[in-house]
């Protein structure tokens, strides 16, 4: 990746906050301290692509908006186990390749219809060793990418904007309610 | 609460000392301060007062810094707790890391454990069931262990007493079994549970599923109020401590109201070295404390000594309390002090799913868990291969399925709309386990804590008993789970170490006979009058009841014993 194009990036990643200037200004880019898992800023940046890819920004905030990539970035650092972790950096190391490959380009130049597009045909992939007989074990590269998936989708459906916006959690519930009928629920 | 000023022996003599702070040591302080004692409580941990010291209890999923998962660095430094069901981010700081107190597991023994004040009355499952004479007659009449030396009439009273001020929700089911209580209203059985219930009933005649009863407040009486507590709201975030005190803990009941009698000393930080016994006088004076911040070694003095320090801990003070008059531990003339250790089978599930009532859910949580199955094999007389039985624990909820499958907007979309699954149920086993010689704690020689005090050594193992009942329970879950229609039945049986099910019960058994047991029937080492244990180790069995319930009342009822017995100057 040029200095350009991670630049360009990088505003993306933060996008308008507040900290976009003094991160422009410095030649260390804003990473994310991370003390067990080696991801530099422009792998940071990738994954935070893939979590925008998975959770764009709509009508409604995307995975940036969230914060989320912050959180993944976090989660995959401290809660999992190196073994994951080790499969994490391969996998990311050959899903740059699989991009490259598939389009002569990085990920993060992609428009957002090619980035889903690659995501989407990682995912049929992975789906069918699964319905074959022997069960073949995954590889680094699907494993990096269930990875960073599983933990976008757990940031995202335990931020508070999911959970006072989209699906309402209660901390204070103060009822128990038996032979409920499904329809006075208002979201599943 | 009375500043300790250490230097004086005048403040270092009590009437009553309790060593411990949780379910039964909590009690203690009660009855003893109530009763106009002047109570010095002991606890190894550091102080959590109610409310003020649940740092978490109001905290959102999203505050939390990994919202709710435990670090791999957590995780991977703490083995044993990390087995634990409620050893998450919102409350480890609750539980005792293994590096901090190590043991010696002469045999694989999960040992869970909360040094704070309050103890683990914070973090239990808050299951309430009262014992009947099918489980005070067991060891007589199955020929194990020694013969209780009290029955079910000893403590109907006593457990009505605790019930009545720790609220206990529930339904007058009318089992001989399982005896009925002083109830608050029960939380109710769902759709499934209930028709699960019905069923049952019509195809088995003593097979009964029942809200399960528990120490929750579904509506406090003035009681309740009185102590500064309040209605169960349903969150089902007790382990982080309730705000509410809608929950039954030391720290949010026994512990405050001992405090307000003006006859509580409270002294976190205390390891209890040793009961001191008095040759000359012919009875325990005091304990010796190291104090587990400065480890300073202070004596302290009473007339009577509790001991509630949690099973496993009761049992390493008495092997460590030795004297000439007791060399090889505390009132242990028979050597039976330490053995017929006993535990709760919790090693086996079954799960399934149910079309039943589609249209249907549930609204809010309830904080009672589901259904109970009370003990129903060889409750009237032996009929199986195995001795004793279990209990079994049901529950039912309705599934949402989500489609977690591609990228992008309609991933979106498909998070935020669920489509309504079965209904999904399941049981786990709660066996009972045979005491043995065989299963005991014992002191290591040579290992010693920080604190200078000996490891304990944990020796307890499952039987065949144990697996021929496991047996039984899958099988019998399965037929009733089958004939309900349940499908995708699931059954599973994990090799889940002794102690996961933190009920650890037994080592200073009661008993008639001073040769083969460590207390009489109010719970007094036969050999030193003035001290009590009123804890788990008491236990001559352990049934597969949730042992809290008995405790409490067990201990109350010793209190009122040991206070009537200091007035006529017996001990």
Same mark, same amino acid.
């Given at each position: 990746?040029?200095?350009?194009?991670?630049?360009?990036?990088?505003?993306?990643?933060?996008?308008?906050?507040?900290?976009?200037?003094?991160?422009?200004?410095?030649?260390?880019?804003?990473?994310?301290?991370?003390?067990?898992?080696?991801?530099?800023?422009?792998?940071?940046?990738?994954?935070?692509? !893939?979590?925008?890819? #998975?959770?764009? /920004?709509?009508?409604? $905030?995307? =995975?940036?908006?969230?914060?989320? +990539? *912050?959180?993944? @970035?976090?989660?995959?650092?401290?809660?999992?186990?190196?073994?994951?972790?080790?499969?994490?950096?391969?996998?990311?190391?050959?899903?740059?390749?699989?991009?490259?490959?598939?389009?002569?380009?990085?990920?993060?130049?992609?428009?957002?219809?090619?980035?889903?597009? !690659?995501?989407?045909? #990682?995912?049929? /992939?992975?789906?069918? $060793?699964? =319905?074959?007989?022997?069960?073949? +074990? *995954?590889?680094? @590269?699907?494993?990096?990418?269930?990875?960073?998936?599983?933990?976008?989708?757990?940031?995202?459906?335990?931020?508070?904007?999911?959970?006072?916006?989209?699906?309402?959690?209660?901390?204070?519930?103060?009822?128990?309610?038996?032979?409920?009928?499904?329809?006075?629920?208002?979201?599943? | 609460?009375?500043?300790?000023?250490?230097?004086?022996?005048?403040?270092?003599?009590?009437?009553?000392?309790?060593?411990?702070?949780?379910?039964?040591?909590?009690?203690?302080?009660?009855?003893?301060?109530?009763?106009?004692?002047?109570?010095?409580?002991?606890?190894?941990?550091?102080?959590?007062?109610?409310?003020?010291?649940?740092?978490?209890?109001?905290?959102?999923?999203?505050?939390?810094?990994?919202?709710?998962?435990?670090?791999?660095?957590?995780?991977?430094?703490?083995?044993?707790?990390?087995?634990?069901?409620?050893?998450?981010?919102?409350?480890?700081?609750?539980?005792?890391?293994?590096?901090?107190?190590?043991?010696?597991?002469?045999?694989?023994?999960?040992?869970?454990?909360?040094?704070?004040?309050?103890?683990?009355?914070?973090?239990?499952?808050?299951?309430?069931?009262?014992?009947?004479?099918?489980?005070?007659?067991?060891?007589?009449?199955?020929?194990?262990?020694?013969?209780?030396?009290?029955?079910?009439?000893?403590?109907?009273?006593?457990?009505?007493?605790?019930?009545?001020?720790?609220?206990?929700?529930?339904?007058?089911?009318?089992?001989?079994?399982?005896?009925?209580?002083?109830?608050?209203?029960?939380?109710?059985?769902?759709?499934?549970?209930?028709?699960?219930?019905?069923?049952?009933?019509?195809?088995?005649?003593?097979?009964?599923?029942?809200?399960?009863?528990?120490?929750?407040?579904?509506?406090?009486?003035?009681?309740?109020?009185?102590?500064?507590?309040?209605?169960?709201?349903?969150?089902?975030?007790?382990?982080?401590?309730?705000?509410?005190?809608?929950?039954?803990?030391?720290?949010?009941?026994?512990?405050?109201?001992?405090?307000?009698?003006?006859?509580?000393?409270?002294?976190?930080?205390?390891?209890?070295?040793?009961?001191?016994?008095?040759?000359?006088?012919?009875?325990?004076?005091?304990?010796?404390?190291?104090?587990?911040?400065?480890?300073?070694?202070?004596?302290?003095?009473?007339?009577?000594?509790?001991?509630?320090?949690?099973?496993?801990?009761?049992?390493?003070?008495?092997?460590?309390?030795?004297?000439?008059?007791?060399?090889?531990?505390?009132?242990?003339?028979?050597?039976?002090?330490?053995?017929?250790?006993?535990?709760?089978?919790?090693?086996?599930?079954?799960?399934?799913?149910?079309?039943?009532?589609?249209?249907?859910?549930?609204?809010?949580?309830?904080?009672?868990?589901?259904?109970?199955?009370?003990?129903?094999?060889?409750?009237?007389?032996?009929?199986?291969?195995?001795?004793?039985?279990?209990?079994?624990?049901?529950?039912?909820?309705?599934?949402?399925?989500?489609?977690?499958?591609?990228?992008?907007?309609?991933?979106?979309?498909?998070?935020?709309?669920?489509?309504?699954?079965?209904?999904?149920?399941?049981?786990?086993?709660?066996?009972?386990?045979?005491?043995?010689?065989?299963?005991?704690?014992?002191?290591?020689?040579?290992?010693?804590?920080?604190?200078?005090?000996?490891?304990?050594?944990?020796?307890?193992?499952?039987?065949?008993?144990?697996?021929?009942?496991?047996?039984?329970?899958?099988?019998?879950?399965?037929?009733?789970?089958?004939?309900?229609?349940?499908?995708?039945?699931?059954?599973?049986?994990?090799?889940?170490?002794?102690?996961?099910?933190?009920?650890?019960?037994?080592?200073?058994?009661?008993?008639?006979?001073?040769?083969?047991?460590?207390?009489?029937?109010?719970?007094?080492?036969?050999?030193?009058?003035?001290?009590?244990?009123?804890?788990?180790?008491?236990?001559?069995?352990?049934?597969?009841?949730?042992?809290?319930?008995?405790?409490?009342?067990?201990?109350?009822?010793?209190?009122?014993?040991?206070?009537?017995?200091?007035?006529?100057?017996?001990?």
């Amino acid at each position: 990746m040029n200095r350009r194009s991670l630049i360009k990036n990088l505003v993306w990643l933060i996008g308008a906050s507040a900290f976009a200037p003094s991160c422009l200004n410095s030649s260390n880019q804003k990473t994310i301290g991370l003390k067990n898992i080696a991801l530099e800023t422009d792998d940071q940046i990738l994954i935070s692509e !893939i979590c925008e890819t #998975l959770i764009p /920004k709509t009508d409604t $905030p995307g =995975a940036k908006d969230l914060n989320l +990539p *912050e959180f993944v @970035l976090k989660m995959l650092d401290e809660t999992l186990p190196k073994s994951d972790q080790k499969n994490i950096i391969l996998g990311l190391k050959d899903f740059k390749a699989f991009v490259l490959k598939k389009s002569g380009k990085s990920y993060t130049d992609l428009e957002p219809k090619e980035k889903e597009a !690659i995501l989407l045909e #990682l995912e049929t /992939k992975r789906n069918k $060793p699964a =319905a074959a007989e022997k069960p073949i +074990p *995954e590889s680094p @590269l699907s494993l990096f990418y269930s990875a960073i998936k599983s933990q976008t989708l757990f940031a995202y459906t335990t931020s508070q904007y999911f959970m006072t916006k989209v699906n309402i959690y209660e901390l204070v519930p103060g009822r128990y309610k038996v032979h409920f009928p499904i329809k006075n629920l208002k979201t599943v | 609460m009375a500043n300790l000023n250490i230097d004086s022996i005048k403040n270092r003599n009590f009437d009553a000392i309790v060593i411990g702070s949780g379910m039964s040591g909590g009690w203690s302080a009660k009855e003893l301060t109530e009763k106009g004692l002047k109570t010095l409580v002991l606890e190894r941990g550091r102080d959590v007062k109610h409310i003020k010291d649940y740092p978490t209890t109001n905290l959102y999923p999203w505050e939390f810094e990994h919202h709710g998962v435990l670090p791999q660095s957590v995780q991977e430094a703490n083995p044993i707790v990390n087995r634990c069901y409620a050893f998450h981010e919102d409350a480890a700081h609750f539980f005792v890391k293994d590096h901090e107190h190590p043991y010696i597991q002469d045999k694989p023994f999960d040992w869970i454990r909360g040094y704070q004040v309050g103890g683990k009355s914070l973090l239990w499952a808050r299951q309430t069931q009262r014992w009947s004479d099918f489980d005070f007659e067991g060891p007589a009449r199955d020929g194990f262990a020694v013969d209780w030396p009290i029955r079910y009439k000893d403590l109907a009273p006593w457990y009505s007493y605790v019930e009545k001020f720790a609220g206990i929700s529930g339904n007058k089911d009318g089992l001989a079994e399982l005896p009925d209580g002083e109830f608050l209203p029960a939380f109710p059985l769902n759709d499934v549970e209930d028709y699960f219930s019905r069923h049952v009933k019509s195809q088995y005649k003593n097979r009964h599923v029942i809200s399960a009863r528990c120490a929750h407040l579904s509506k406090p009486n003035p009681i309740h109020l009185e102590q500064g507590r309040g209605q169960c709201q349903n969150r089902n975030l007790c382990q982080r401590g309730c705000p509410f005190g809608g929950y039954f803990s030391a720290n949010s009941s026994t512990l405050p109201w001992a405090e307000k009698t003006g006859n509580l000393t409270l002294r976190p930080f205390s390891v209890v070295e040793s009961i001191l016994y008095d040759d000359q006088k012919g009875k325990a004076v005091g304990v010796r404390v190291v104090d587990s911040q400065t480890k300073e070694t202070i004596e302290y003095f009473a007339k009577v000594i509790f001991v509630n320090a949690a099973a496993v801990n009761t049992n390493l003070i008495l092997l460590n309390s030795k004297s000439k008059r007791f060399p090889n531990g505390f009132g242990n003339d028979s050597g039976v002090l330490g053995k017929y250790f006993a535990f709760h089978n919790y090693s086996a599930h079954i799960s399934a799913e149910y079309d039943g009532f589609p249209d249907f859910t549930t609204d809010g949580r309830n904080p009672a868990g589901g259904g109970y199955i009370p003990r129903f094999r060889n409750v009237f007389h032996q009929e199986m291969d195995f001795l004793r039985g279990y209990a079994s624990g049901f529950s039912a909820y309705r599934s949402v399925d989500h489609d977690y499958q591609g990228v992008g907007a309609s991933l979106k979309q498909n998070l935020a709309k669920g489509k309504w699954g079965p209904w999904k149920v399941g049981s786990h086993m709660m066996g009972e386990t045979i005491p043995k010689e065989t299963n005991f704690l014992s002191l290591d020689p040579n290992q010693k804590d920080a604190w200078g005090v000996p490891l304990i050594k944990i020796s307890v193992d499952y039987d065949n008993n144990d697996d021929l009942m496991k047996k039984d329970y899958l099988e019998q879950l399965s037929e009733m789970f089958t004939t309900a229609g349940f499908t995708n039945i699931q059954t599973s049986s994990n090799h889940q170490a002794p102690g996961l099910d933190i009920h650890e019960m037994g080592g200073a058994r009661m008993g008639n006979d001073p040769k083969t047991s460590i207390l009489n029937k109010w719970n007094q080492v036969h050999s030193a009058k003035n001290v009590f244990v009123t804890d788990g180790a008491c236990m001559t069995s352990v049934s597969c009841q949730n042992p809290s319930l008995t405790f409490m009342a067990i201990t109350a009822r010793a209190a009122d014993y040991a206070v009537s017995e200091l007035k006529k100057g017996n001990i």
